[in-house]
């Protein structure tokens, strides 16, 4: 197996790579998540109707490549990688083979647009997204791979230092409240953050110590939420929902510290982070658009243009 790999070659890869991060704060970053991390997984998944390899996403993009990125520039995890020291966001983990898998120590993204907390969110409405179970089976077998060549020691020491950075939960949220589901409400968001609970268990158990998560963005103030709203104004449900959310998830979060050593947190408040944005545009003397319910894109009023919807 050594040599089919070309484990000198490996090796060296790794030396260099080790190099080239030492000015980041952290080994590696690994990202899953759903549209709003998505940085090209879903252009690896042919049928799939949430892409994003097209005009006019990737507007801003230097020549203005469309990467898959459900944005006109960079996203969320691009601008967390930025601030730990990386160019953008890892690349996703389907663009690499098995060759070029093993010279990639900074992370990898897992994140696919569409998908959710549960296995079964996304699947109709999308015809393939990853769901973040599968995202986590997916870090598993870069982890045995990651063990293989380095051994079990070091393996764990990497992944105990990288950071994991999850945004996830808006699709479940959409898809239960388009349903008309006779689950009460509180009962649904609930369970969804059992499911979050669960998936986070998993993946300390796979070595995970330090966690980056976001909470879920105001979704009713969507523009193709809005819609809906004959006033234009947001879906206060949908907004409601998120904020619920949040309060549960601090609990659990709060609840896994303590259960296990050495775990770290961070909870971003993605509804109390844009919510002010929304509702007092002009208070930020730039126009802004919501795009994808998360990114908040500065233009200048001169150089308007349409906003996106996802
Ligand atoms: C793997 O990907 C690398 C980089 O894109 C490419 O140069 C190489 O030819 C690929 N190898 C195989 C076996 O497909
Ligand atoms: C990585 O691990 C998975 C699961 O064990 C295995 O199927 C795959 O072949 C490995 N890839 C490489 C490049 O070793
Ligand atoms: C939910 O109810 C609304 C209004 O009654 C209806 O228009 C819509 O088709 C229903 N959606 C589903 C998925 O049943
Ligand atoms: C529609 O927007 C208005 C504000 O413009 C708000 O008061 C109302 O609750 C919204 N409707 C729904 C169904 O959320």
């Given at each position: 197996m050594a040599n089919k790999w070309g484990f000198p070659l490996v090796l060296l890869s790794l030396v260099i790579a080790v190099l080239n991060l030492?000015?980041?704060?952290?080994?590696?970053i690994f990202i899953l998540g759903d549209s709003t991390a998505d940085v090209g997984t879903n252009n690896f998944?042919?049928?799939s109707m949430a892409r994003a390899d097209f005009p006019y996403n990737g507007i801003d993009f230097p020549n203005s490549t469309?990467?898959?990125r459900f944005s006109n520039g960079l996203n969320t995890a691009d601008f967390l990688a930025k601030l730990f020291g990386f160019e953008k966001s890892?690349?996703?983990?389907?663009?690499?083979?098995?060759?070029?898998?093993?010279?990639?120590?900074?992370?990898?993204?897992?994140?696919?647009?569409?998908?959710?907390?549960?296995?079964?969110?996304?699947?109709?409405?999308?015809?393939?997204?990853?769901?973040?179970?599968?995202?986590?089976q997916q870090f598993s077998s870069v982890r045995s791979n990651l063990t293989a060549l380095m051994g079990p020691v070091a393996t764990e020491t990497y992944i105990s230092k990288s950071l994991?950075?999850?945004?996830?939960g808006s699709n479940d949220i959409f898809e239960y409240y388009r349903s008309n589901s006779s689950i009460p409400k509180e009962q649904f968001l609930s369970s969804l953050?059992?499911?979050?609970?669960?998936h986070l268990k998993t993946l300390i158990n796979l070595g995970a110590r330090k966690l980056g998560i976001i909470s879920i963005a105001p979704?009713?103030?969507c523009p193709a939420q809005r819609l809906f709203n004959a006033t234009g104004g947001c879906i206060e449900e949908l907004n409601d929902h998120a904020k619920a959310f949040h309060s549960k998830l601090d609990v659990v979060m709060n609840k896994l510290s303590a259960e296990f050593q050495g775990l770290m947190y961070s909870l971003g408040n993605a509804f109390e982070m844009t919510i002010?944005?929304?509702?007092?545009?002009?208070?930020?003397?730039?126009?802004?658009?919501?795009?994808?319910?998360?990114?908040?894109?500065?233009?200048?009023?001169?150089?308007?243009?349409?906003?996106?919807?996802?």
């Amino acid at each position: 197996m050594a040599n089919k790999w070309g484990f000198p070659l490996v090796l060296l890869s790794l030396v260099i790579a080790v190099l080239n991060l030492a000015e980041a704060a952290v080994p590696a970053i690994f990202i899953l998540g759903d549209s709003t991390a998505d940085v090209g997984t879903n252009n690896f998944l042919p049928g799939s109707m949430a892409r994003a390899d097209f005009p006019y996403n990737g507007i801003d993009f230097p020549n203005s490549t469309p990467t898959g990125r459900f944005s006109n520039g960079l996203n969320t995890a691009d601008f967390l990688a930025k601030l730990f020291g990386f160019e953008k966001s890892p690349k996703p983990f389907l663009s690499l083979n098995s060759t070029s898998l093993l010279k990639w120590f900074g992370g990898f993204s897992f994140a696919s647009g569409g998908s959710g907390l549960f296995d079964t969110t996304g699947q109709r409405m999308t015809k393939s997204c990853i769901p973040l179970a599968e995202q986590i089976q997916q870090f598993s077998s870069v982890r045995s791979n990651l063990t293989a060549l380095m051994g079990p020691v070091a393996t764990e020491t990497y992944i105990s230092k990288s950071l994991f950075f999850i945004s996830i939960g808006s699709n479940d949220i959409f898809e239960y409240y388009r349903s008309n589901s006779s689950i009460p409400k509180e009962q649904f968001l609930s369970s969804l953050v059992v499911a979050y609970e669960n998936h986070l268990k998993t993946l300390i158990n796979l070595g995970a110590r330090k966690l980056g998560i976001i909470s879920i963005a105001p979704i009713g103030c969507c523009p193709a939420q809005r819609l809906f709203n004959a006033t234009g104004g947001c879906i206060e449900e949908l907004n409601d929902h998120a904020k619920a959310f949040h309060s549960k998830l601090d609990v659990v979060m709060n609840k896994l510290s303590a259960e296990f050593q050495g775990l770290m947190y961070s909870l971003g408040n993605a509804f109390e982070m844009t919510i002010n944005v929304i509702q007092n545009p002009l208070a930020f003397s730039k126009q802004f658009f919501l795009v994808n319910g998360v990114n908040t894109v500065k233009h200048e009023q001169k150089n308007n243009r349409e906003g996106s919807m996802y």
